[in-house]
DNA sequence: TCAGTATACGACCATTTCTGTCGGGATTTC
DNA sequence: GAAATCCCGACAGAAATGGTCGTATACTGA
């Protein structure tokens, strides 16, 4: 539980491999499939979500391939994930318009929800930038963002 | 993704259920699985997980069941969610000694570890006690812990 | 001591979600 | 036009999850 899913790990993954190449023009899935060791069909179908989603730029043909579509600093883990996993709620239900059966029993969702905000504002303050940063992150980061207040 | 299982979900709020009624004695797992329309086998199960991990006492024979081992404020969802459904990684590589087959090329498992803990840190800091305050829990629980900072 | 209430626990099945593959089609480059 | 590459829906296999059943065990109270 609580886990991410192999897709959303390797989209991040192959975001992070692209940022680290801002020198190719455009890379191509199977490019990035192999460095890792990953199914290239998979990863394909991965990528083409990101591009549909804004965060990649695809171009076919010859030497075509991804590239990213902003500066990595400007692209969020939260946005990869929400693009490959789809809107993210820790709860079951979604406290909004279509309610959980068990509403009005149950006051645990709202306490909940308050996580799972907190849970998307952790992964809204990475970017695919900071992941690329392997040696001392944490102190780069605690520069770049501040230090984030929970309102628990 | 990154979604709590409907088994800790029930966790939750059963234990949220007992830190509410804690003038009886015991409540039996019926008992809490009615108050929520939940299956109560399957209730039952997790209680008895809960117990074996020292987080209820249960008590069998008539006016048997289940109740806090301890008080609620020292109770954690950390705790909960860990009894439940085991250790939680955000990422399938443990990072650990059984580190992930990719591990070699990919770097991104270090800085998900740091959200993994800051997550935990978080889930760590909310006690069961803190759910069953509805009316205005930031405000409590912000007085209780203070501010979390976060060190990415 | 016996009947009734409860927990304990393993085996099992059903459903859903996730992972990965295939095949055909569309674009661009050379 | 051929090769490389993206695009995308369908689908099969695998794993996780949710839920049920049966049985054994423990406690209570009459
Ligand atoms: S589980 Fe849906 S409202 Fe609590
Ligand atoms: S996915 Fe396993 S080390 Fe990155």
Redesign the pocket.
């Known amino acids: 539980?609580l886990?991410l899913?192999?897709?959303?790990?390797?989209g991040l993954m192959a975001l992070k491999y692209l940022a680290e190449h801002p020198e190719t023009p455009?890379?191509?899935?199977?490019?990035v499939a192999d460095a890792y060791g990953?199914?290239?069909?998979?990863l394909?179908?991965i990528?083409?979500l990101l591009?549909?989603n804004g965060l990649l730029r695809?171009?076919?043909?010859?030497?075509?391939?991804?590239a990213l579509a902003r500066d990595a600093r400007t692209i969020s883990a939260y946005e990869v994930i929400h693009a490959i996993?789809g809107p993210f709620f820790i709860t079951?239900c979604t406290k909004g318009a279509k309610s959980c059966e068990l509403t009005p029993s149950c006051t645990i969702k709202e306490p909940l929800a308050r996580v799972n905000d907190t849970i998307a504002g952790v992964l809204k303050s990475i970017s695919i930038q900071d992941l690329t940063e392997h040696e001392q992150p944490a102190a780069r980061a605690r520069e770049a963002h501040g230090l984030v207040a929970l309102t628990l």
């Open positions: 539980m886990k899913t192999k897709k959303a790990d390797y455009a890379l191509s899935a199977k490019d990953i199914p290239a069909q998979l394909a179908k990528l083409q591009t549909r695809s171009h076919a043909g010859m030497n075509g391939g991804y996993d079951s």
